[in-house]
């Protein structure tokens, strides 16, 4: 088979976790490689995101030992949708198909051979979607079921509980290289790109080590994010709000004439200050949500790069990036045979 397959796997700070997984990474591989399923010429690319500790001399030490696992290396640390993104428009010179993957094997590395069949079959996008979540904390399962409802609500199309495991064809990622938002959200990102796609379910499991970097606090920015990189209904439903307490108002205004002319009017603080309160707290609220947007429009009216890469651990194509560091990698199918 000369499907050649790049699994881009993301990492920051990662050294506990990455010589626990590269293994299996590279199992997988091979055995897709044995089964006829994907080339010979298939590759691991790690993208190392700024790490602090040795995540990078360990990917350099993978590379050095096996031509099957090569390391691109960002400037510093950019966050995971970038150091993905970073990724993927490497890969999509030299692959027919990617796989993201993050690196603490917490996504079952073998629902790779699932997602390439359905490539086989036809899907250019197939989304890995989590099929029970009995390693997290109720507390987890809860947040994560109300982030994944929230987002679709205020339209970001995101496929429920796939976070960002997934096969994307080269012709799907030559579409999305024409996506130049800064602001990114890959998983709300690649549904709008259309072409056939379908979901493959897999087992989360626990960290194999290390620790995570999504908190909760991270997890709502993120959301946050979400929503308004990829929708605007927010906006329309702050116009709706201020529509109905205009309503509201007006009504109120009617029964305080009303009221006057009756002769009973009472001096009701209360309702006077419960009325601003309320209305005070909609209006900070829908200023906060304008700015958010605001700020988007300003980053994305920068057009800054989303990713620098400083360091590659092979020569790219056509060598016009970077001097040449080490011999580019030879073919798997020798190491194979
Ligand atoms: N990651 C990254 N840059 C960051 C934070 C995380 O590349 O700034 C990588 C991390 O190494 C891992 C993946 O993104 O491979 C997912 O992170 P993590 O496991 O901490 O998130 P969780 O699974 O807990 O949501
Ligand atoms: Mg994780």
């Avoid at 999305?176 to 690649?190: I, Q, S, T």
Wanted: hydrophobic content about 40%; proline content about 4%.
């Amino acid at each position: 088979m000369d499907t050649v397959l790049w699994v881009v796997i993301p990492c920051y700070n990662e050294e506990e976790v990455l010589p626990m997984t590269a293994g299996l990474f590279r199992e997988e591989l091979r055995k897709l490689i044995q089964a006829g399923k994907i080339s010979p010429d298939s590759r691991i690319l790690y993208v190392n995101d700024g790490s602090k500790d040795r995540t990078w001399e360990i990917i350099e030490e993978l590379a050095t030992q096996d031509s099957c696992f090569l390391g691109i290396c960002q400037s510093r640390n950019r966050g995971h949708q970038n150091a993905v993104l970073a990724g993927l428009m490497e890969a999509k010179e030299y692959a027919d198909i990617t796989i993201s993957i993050d690196c603490d094997g917490q996504d079952d590395i073998a629902a790779m051979e699932r997602m390439v069949d359905a490539y086989h079959e036809g899907c250019e996008v197939v989304y890995g979607v989590r099929s029970s979540r009995k390693s997290d904390t109720v507390f987890k399962r809860a947040t994560a079921r109300g982030f994944y409802r929230f987002l679709n609500r205020m339209g970001a199309e995101v496929v429920y509980d796939h976070a960002d495991y997934r096969l994307v064809s080269r012709r799907v990622l030559e579409a999305f290289a024409d996506y130049r938002e800064v602001n990114l959200f890959l998983r709300g990102m690649f549904p709008l790109v259309g072409f056939k796609s379908t979901c493959v379910p897999y087992e989360r499991h626990e960290r194999m080590a290390g620790e995570s970097h999504y908190p909760l606090s991270k997890m709502l920015l993120l959301a946050i994010d979400g929503i308004t990189s990829t929708s605007i209904r927010p906006l329309h439903l702050i116009g709706w709000i201020g529509a109905i307490v205009s309503i509201l108002g007006f009504a109120g205004i009617i029964w305080a004439i009303v009221v006057h002319f009756l002769g009973n009017a009472i001096a009701g603080w209360a309702s006077l200050l419960c009325i601003s309160c309320f209305l005070g707290g909609i209006q900070l609220i829908s200023i906060g949500v304008l700015g958010e947007y605001v700020g988007k429009v300003y980053m994305e009216t920068k057009a800054r790069p989303r990713y620098i890469i400083s360091e590659r651990t092979y020569v790219p194509e056509g060598g016009k990036e970077l001097p040449p560091k080490k011999s580019p990698p030879a073919s798997c199918s020798e190491e194979e045979k």
